[in-house]
């Protein structure tokens, strides 16, 4: 039996795309985004859900997305979900769970 890790997001940039480069030469872009969902309430009323997601992307994708996004972009994110670790500041171990694109690509709003 396979399985497939696999994210499909679609939503808003929440600030402006971080870049860093590496010794050895290679670019990673990160960036928050929001997705929301509208629905009804059990009372009839409409209300929605924000959901921020981090994303990370390499090489090519880091070089695109630096060059062709910012805060607020409408953007359709594709990629696979990914959880990592760090040591912070006070020697505590943190968790970060994440999105590693294989294609991000900037949206026209629907209206």
């Known amino acids: 039996m396979s399985t497939t890790n696999k994210v499909q997001l679609t939503g808003n940039l929440g600030n402006n795309p971080e870049v860093k480069i590496f010794e050895n030469g290679s670019k990673v872009a990160r960036f928050s985004m929001a997705t929301k969902d509208e629905y009804k309430t059990r009372t009839g009323e409409k209300a929605e859900d924000t959901q921020w997601h981090f994303i990370s992307a390499w090489g090519k ?16 994110v594709e990629g696979r979900l990914t959880t990592r670790n760090y ?22 709003k629907e209206n």
């Open 61 to 76: 994708m880091a070089e695109q997305i630096e060059a062709e996004l910012k805060k607020g972009s409408f953007v359709s």
């Open 87 to 108: 040591i912070d500041k006070n020697g505590q171990k943190k968790y970060v769970t994440e999105i590693v694109a294989n294609e991000v690509t900037l949206k026209q």
